[in-house]
């Protein structure tokens, strides 16, 4: 039971780093590093040794195209989550082969990779070094990450985001 847990958890983890990032297909999946690994060549289409933004921008037009299911031009809410269902299907497989060193179909807590950055993160919001990181540790330290990686996106309401005020 609570391996079947930990499998649903690691697919929702995936589900949702899958629905933020570009169509996967089997194989690119690699070690670190976002989205999917494409080479040179499968970016090149015409194979003349470059890649042009044309060339870019039919990669965005084939993303769009394998997503649009009854090929009607239009993405529908069902479209999206079954393209992320398959992305996220795809990078858990790549993910459990990847990481599963005894091969045993499974992934068990030893077999997860370590946080490589999180000690040093802790220790960089807790700002008064007292081995615990308060609600305004933490409030301070996002609006620090928010200003070096912009605000976000706001709400289509036009409400402010948490600590944002209004301004008239």
Known sequence: MKHSKFIAIVV????????????????????????PRMSFEEIDTNGDGQITKAEMEGLREARFTA????????LTLAEMEA????RARTRAAAMLERMDADNDGTLSLEELPKPRRMGKMFDRVDANDDGAISKEEFETA?????????????PRDGAPQDGETEQN
């Open 142 to 154: 996002r609006m620090k990450h928010r200003g070096r990686h912009g605000t976000g996106h706001k």
């Open 12 to 35: 929702a983890v995936g589900s949702l780093i899958g629905a933020t990032g570009a169509v996967a297909k089997p194989g690119y999946g690699g070690k670190g590093g976002h989205g």
């Open 67 to 74: 997503a649009d299911a009854n090929g009607d031009g239009q």
């Open 83 to 86: 393209a992320a269902q398959t």
